[in-house]
Nanobody, 115 residues
Framework: QVHLVESGGGLVQAGGSLSLSCAAS????????MGWYRQAPGKPRELVAT???????NYGDSVKGRFTISRDNARNTVYLQMNSLKPEDTAVYYC?????????WGQGTQVTVSS
């Protein structure tokens, strides 16, 4: 079992920045990729960014060039730096840990961008 705890959400004005963190604990050796998804009210959950253990990254089209995902393997933590935030970035952001056969979600953290 893997336990993921997100932190760092909040309220920011459009054009501002926020940083999210996700700390993993438990059977973390089973995880080979971590990332972030988000879900706005009335919309499906969508990819924000993922990063493999080797550091390969993948981004959703709507955040490319504005968001950066990184990880600290020693701390078992993944980060999401969000710049040039837009009101349409408002959503609950969920941390995801993926293994070969299992996936784990964090509880989510709210990000609200005011116009």
């Amino acid at each position: 079992q893997v336990h993921l705890v997100e932190s760092g959400g909040g309220l920011v004005q459009a054009g501002g920045s926020l940083s999210l963190s996700c700390a993993a604990s438990g059977s973390i050796l089973s995880i080979n990729r971590m990332g972030w998804y988000r879900q706005a009210p009335g919309k499906p959950r969508e990819l924000v960014a993922t990063i493999t253990n080797g550091g390969t990254t993948n981004y959703g089209d709507s955040v490319k060039g504005r968001f950066t995902i990184s990880r600290d393997n020693a701390r078992n933590t993944v980060y999401l730096q969000m710049n040039s935030l837009k009101p349409e970035d408002t959503a609950v952001y969920y941390c995801l840990g993926l293994g070969l056969t299992d996936g784990y979600w964090g509880q989510g953290t709210q990000v609200t961008v005011s116009s």
